[in-house]
């Protein structure tokens, strides 16, 4: 992809880096990626060589540990890690999350208290929405924050946390004014060894190593500085970083597929049936023929999306066109991978077993394909009143 296709494109300094992330992956990611995927939590040997890439700190200013960049890298290192590494996929998506909501709504103190400790890899964050009742509707959160003096006391549930169990601290969505609705929600920075937070561990069909969590919230004291934004801000903050957040995860699946799919076709053309190779067979190339074609259609989606983020142009519909598109992709490619491979496919002892539960996964996080749909359908037909 060059900067002449559609307006955008990868640079000179972006193809450098996609190659310097790919050997990377290669090298330090790909060895015992099948093991790890079953452990629960990521070993920090591995974040901390995700972070000495820099990738933890791309987009954050360099006195934060930072690296000065674009979002077209970041894509970059997501997709390229989760060829090889699903997870080391997802958590490069830490600088567009959890370090840019403190560096945009957190005081100077918490800045950089906090971010720097992202970026190093030193401290793992979760984004803490969802609750048991609210999980799109992001507005009707029943979490509470009382403001006390210099603190405020939060209580309520918080559930199906990615990274819940094993993160040092937490973004917490709670209702300052209950009865304000989106305004009335701010965002918190919880310690999670704070007194009166518990957790616990979901058994999930994938995702294991970003295992999932609830916590409980029991009077938990947070001092007034650690509010990220003014009051009532918490819910447009969200919803904001959500636009390159679904970019990201899109691309953690293509990049899932790729890897598949790359696989896949080195498998079929030494697998023989009927004394030739499988790859000659129309009913195996085509189908995976067809698989490549959708995958590329969806990162000049993604990549288009993210060129667009990078210059201040709105692309929400395109954020949740991403969204949806890319773990459907993901999805149906892996699922033509494992049928390709047939029973070895099936086995435990085989990646794609693992890959296609992961793709299932990013189906649900952040928002499932039809509240994308409406997202798409409003900016589609906002001409009309009903809309």
Not at 40 to 68: C, H, Q, S, T
Not at 244 to 262: C, D, E, H, K, P
Not at 352 to 372: S, Y
């Amino acid at each position: 992809m060059t900067s002449d296709e559609f307006g955008f494109g990868f640079s000179e300094n972006q193809e450098f880096f996609r190659w310097e992330v790919r050997k990377f992956a290669q090298r330090e990611l790909a060895p015992g990626a099948l093991e790890r995927s079953r452990l629960d939590r990521m070993p920090k040997d591995i974040l901390a060589k995700i972070a000495g890439m820099g990738i933890l700190g791309l987009n954050i200013p360099e006195e934060f540990g930072g690296v000065p960049s674009d979002f077209i890298s970041n894509g970059i290192a997501v997709e390229e890690m989760a060829k090889v590494d699903f997870a080391a996929g997802v958590l490069g998506l830490e600088p567009a999350a959890s370090a840019a909501f403190i560096l945009k709504g957190g005081a100077d103190e918490l800045k950089k208290e906090w971010i720097p400790r992202i970026t190093g890899g030193d401290t793992l964050c979760c984004l803490a929405i969802t609750e048991p009742g609210s999980g799109s509707d992001a507005a009707a959160l029943k979490a509470r924050a009382v403001r006390e003096g210099n603190h405020y006391i939060l209580d309520g549930e918080k559930t199906a946390i990615t990274k819940g169990m094993q993160s040092d601290i937490a973004l917490v969505f709670a209702k300052t004014d209950p009865n304000a609705g989106a305004k009335g929600v701010s965002c918190f920075l919880v310690p999670l060894d704070s007194p009166g937070v518990q957790r616990s561990a979901y058994k999930d069909m994938g995702w294991h190593l970003l295992n999932r969590a609830s916590l409980s919230l029991d009077g938990v004291r947070v001092p007034v500085e650690n509010r990220l934004g003014r009051e009532g801000e918490g819910f447009y903050m969200v919803m904001g970083q959500f636009d390159v957040l679904r970019i990201l995860f899109g691309l953690a699946g293509l990049g899932l597929a790729q890897g598949s799919l790359q696989q896949t076709m080195d498998y079929a053309k030494i697998r023989k049936a009927f004394g030739q190779p499988i790859a000659k067979f129309e009913g195996v190339s085509f189908k995976l023929t067809e698989d490549a074609a959708y995958i590329e259609a969806a990162r000049i989606l993604c990549y288009r999306a993210l060129w667009l983020h990078d210059r201040g142009i709105r692309h929400s519909k395109e954020s949740a066109m991403c969204k949806w598109w890319c773990p459907q992709v993901a999805v149906n490619v892996i699922h033509d991978c494992l049928l390709t491979h047939g029973h070895i496919g099936y086995s435990e002892d085989h990646p794609l077993e693992g890959r296609l539960r992961d793709a299932i996964g990013l189906e649900l996080a952040d928002g499932p394909a039809d509240i994308m749909k409406m997202i798409i359908s409003r900016a589609l037909f906002k001409e009309f009143p009903a809309f």
